[in-house]
């Protein structure tokens, strides 16, 4: 069985750009969530996505956005890249349904912003 | 507020010692926890959960951690120290809708020396 699959790996991206962010779940998950981890502010939540719906959502300015698909997969856009966008970005996903959902997470997208 | 706290930032421990890394949550409803490991550059790999039931739990890597919900505390150990098993480690409680909101501490550094 595969797992959470992101796309790309690696990018770099010029300051004032907007940048998007694939994300492949695990084949039967619902649910998509997306984490940004940096070194000053570690793993941080930005939002997650059921049933192509935003269920939750972290505490992120508005520049960040996503979306899911019918097939699951799911997008997430950073606009107005700004240097302090430079971040590992990690999927994760998860059935999603019910209590206690075992979450997976992808290798990330390293992003770099200059 | 919800809040995941890892007291430990860096442990060196030798090879073939025990092993625990401290998590402490805060959080109002019956928590879903979990601890994860990443190397260098990688994603997140889950190394155990918890649900609820039984509260000493099993997981990957000859892992386990036990729940203690009187102490807030959920902490992970390993009775024989590896080198392979130098990495950074991270709590997590699932909130939200499904508890699928994954809120992180901020990571415990794991040395192992020979």
């Known amino acids: 069985k595969a797992g959470v699959t992101q796309t790309p790996r690696y990018l770099i991206k010029t300051r004032g750009q907007q940048v998007t962010l694939s994300c492949s779940p695990i084949s039967g998950h619902r649910s998509v969530s997306w984490y940004q981890q940096t070194p000053g502010q570690g793993l941080q939540f930005l939002f997650e996505y059921f049933s192509e719906t935003q269920r939750n959502k972290g505490n992120f300015p508005g520049r960040f956005s996503g979306r899911q698909f019918s097939n699951s997969r799911s997008e997430m856009n950073v606009s107005t890249l700004e240097l302090g966008d430079s971040a590992l970005y990690l999927c994760a996903s998860s059935y999603g349904q019910g209590s206690g959902n075992t979450i997976y997470f992808g290798e990330g997208s390293w992003l770099t912003v200059v | 507020a919800q809040s995941v706290t890892q007291p430990d930032i860096h442990i060196t421990v030798s090879e073939g010692a025990s092993l625990e890394l401290r998590c402490n949550y805060s959080?109002?409803?019956?928590?879903?926890l979990f601890w994860y490991v990443q190397s260098p550059g990688q994603g997140l790999q889950l190394l155990l959960k918890y649900f609820s039931g039984d509260t000493l739990v099993q997981g990957i890597k000859g892992f386990e951690a036990e729940f203690k919900r009187s102490q807030s505390s959920f902490n992970l150990r390993k009775p024989s120290v590896h080198w392979s098993d130098a990495a950074e480690y991270y709590c997590a409680v699932g909130v939200g809708q499904a508890g699928t909101a994954l809120i992180f501490g901020k990571g415990t550094t794991l040395s192992v020396s020979s």
């Open positions: 959080y109002g409803a019956t928590p879903y």
